[in-house]
T-cell receptor, first 116, second 111 residues
Framework: AAGVIQSPRHLIKEKRETATLKCYPI?????VYWYQQGPGQDPQFLIS???????DKGSIPDRFSAQQFSDYHSELNMSSLELGDSALYFC???????????????FGPGTRLTVL | GQQLNQSPQSMFIQEGEDVSMNCTSS?????WLWYKQDPGEGPVLLIA?????ELTSNGRLTAQFGITRKDSFLNISASIPSDVGIYFC???????????FGAGTQVVVTP
């Protein structure tokens, strides 16, 4: 079965540079979530989108922005990168539905961002 | 801040033994999910629970949604070396699926 696709899998940037992470949800899934996971930490929710609209916001820095496109893929844009942004970034997708029910999230393999 | 308490933090067990871990919350959850994560990889969904009291199995895995809706446990029976990894619980209280994660339980299986 098709899974969540994330690209790139690895990214190395320098401080103050920008980065764009991409996420392609499971086909027919309309909801996308972004998480940040530091070493030895649990995933921290950043932001989510349902039907191309932001549905919830977590601990996402103002330097980061994200959007969901008409084909439901999502991009996380990160500017003015800092050393502390080095982490695994996961995208998850679910089938939200019009009822807004809490739906099971399936995670992608992640993008490992290293900021030097 | 994190409202989920997951325990134990780590477990060192021998192959063939059973494993049990649990998560408790200060909030009532509508959904509990259990994931397994290998180093550098994304969490893989093991079991999803949607109703209080629900008991669900997936092979050697069994998980239950507590009656109070504030806790859940995961059992692994007859552990094997490939069970090694970090197990996370995740719970959601609202309708938009913003899950909170537990801190994880690291499982190490020795032959």
């Amino acid at each position: 079965a098709a899974g969540v696709i994330q690209s790139p899998r690895h990214l190395i940037k320098e401080k103050r540079e920008t980065a764009t992470l991409k996420c392609y949800p499971i086909p027919r899934h309309d909801t996308v979530y972004w998480y940040q996971q530091g070493p030895g930490q649990d995933p921290q929710f950043l932001i989510s989108f349902y039907e191309k609209m932001q549905s919830d916001k977590g601990s996402i820095p103002d330097r980061f922005s994200a959007q969901q496109f008409s084909d439901y893929h999502s991009e996380l844009n990160m500017s003015s990168l800092e050393l502390g942004d080095s982490a695994l970034y996961f995208c998850a997708s679910s089938l939200g539905g019009s009822s807004g029910a809490t739906d099971t999230q399936y995670f992608g393999p992640g993008t490992r961002l290293t900021v030097l | 801040g994190q409202q989920l308490n997951q325990s134990p933090q780590s477990m060192f067990i021998q192959e063939g033994e059973d494993v049990s871990m649990n998560c408790t919350s200060s909030s009532i959850f509508n959904t509990w999910l259990w994931y397994k994560q290998d180093p550098g990889e994304g969490p893989v969904l093991l079991i999803a629970l949607y109703k209080a009291g629900e008991l669900t199995s997936n092979g050697r895995l069994t998980a239950q949604f507590g009656i109070t809706r504030k806790d859940s446990f995961l059992n692994i029976s007859a552990s094997i070396p490939s069970d090694v990894g970090i197990y996370f619980c995740a719970g959601a209280t609202d309708s938009w699926g913003k899950f909170q994660f537990g801190a994880g339980t690291q499982v190490v299986v020795t032959p």
